[in-house]
């Protein structure tokens, strides 16, 4: 079982350039998310799915883009990286509203 | 609002020493759900428990419990006998009902000394 799966592990970016983090689940789960975790921060909701072509803005969703064309996919774009997204960011999913979380093991950026 | 509220920023323990994990949580929703979450350090975050607001029984299992406290508005964490695994950070979170957010805490880190 893959489970929750993110892409890359790893990236550094200069300021300006734009990169897609990927999330794959396999287990045909309705919704997904996109958070970021920050020192002292705890985890904040980007953004949201709760089904195949849906999105939702969650806490902190400027600078950065999503979108569910497939049920298993949950893409997260940055179009303009700036040093304020330096961070780590984790894909999420589960069955309904009503399920835990499944976590994927995270993405570390760094913008410089 | 919702609010999770995690004081404590670190701990350390010597092994087999119980430790409690505080989380207070503020909702004007009476429809709630309660989460515990580890991420050890190799960075994936672990589903523990979920707790619904018409639940206060307290939960065991093993050496983890849970004392889920309406009154006072509380979901803490006890670990019995703590082993150098338990080593962690610990988040707390709450959901509302309807919401379909989880709003986290900003979490304990737990270091468990051999």
């Known amino acids: 079982n893959a489970g929750v799966t993110q892409t890359p592990k790893f990236r550094v970016l200069k300021t300006g350039q734009s990169m897609t983090l990927l999330c794959a689940q396999d287990?045909?789960?309705?919704?997904m998310y996109w958070y970021r975790q920050d020192p002292g921060m705890g985890l904040r909701l980007i953004h949201y799915?709760?089904?195949?072509?849906?999105?939702a803005k969650g806490e902190v969703p400027d600078g950065y883009n999503v979108s569910r064309l497939k049920k298993q996919n949950f893409l997260l774009g940055l179009e303009s990286a700036a040093p304020s997204q330096t961070s780590v960011y984790f894909c999420?999913?589960?069955?309904?509203?009503?399920?835990?979380?499944?976590f994927g093991n995270g993405t570390r950026l760094t913008v410089t | 609002a919702q609010k999770v509220t995690q004081a404590q920023t670190e701990i350390s323990v010597v092994e087999k020493e119980d430790v409690t994990l505080d989380c207070v949580y503020e909702?004007?929703?009476?429809?709630?759900?309660l989460f515990w979450y580890k991420q050890p350090p190799s960075g994936e975050l672990v589903f523990l428990i979920r707790?619904?607001?018409?639940?206060?029984q307290n939960e065991i299992s093993g050496r983890y419990s849970w004392n889920f406290q309406k009154s006072t508005s509380s979901f803490n964490f006890t670990i019995t006998a703590s082993q150098v695994v338990d080593s962690a950070v610990y988040f707390c979170?709450?959901?509302?009902?309807?919401?379909?957010?989880?709003?986290f805490g900003t979490g304990t880190r737990l270091t468990v000394i051999p």
């Open positions: 799915s709760v089904g195949e072509g849906t999105t």
């Open positions: 287990m045909n789960h309705e919704y």
């Open positions: 979170a709450l959901r509302i009902f309807r919401a379909n957010n989880l709003f």
């Open positions: 909702t004007r929703d009476t429809t709630y759900y």
């Open positions: 999420a999913s589960r069955t309904n509203r009503n399920s835990p979380l499944h």
């Open positions: 707790r619904n607001s018409f639940d206060e």
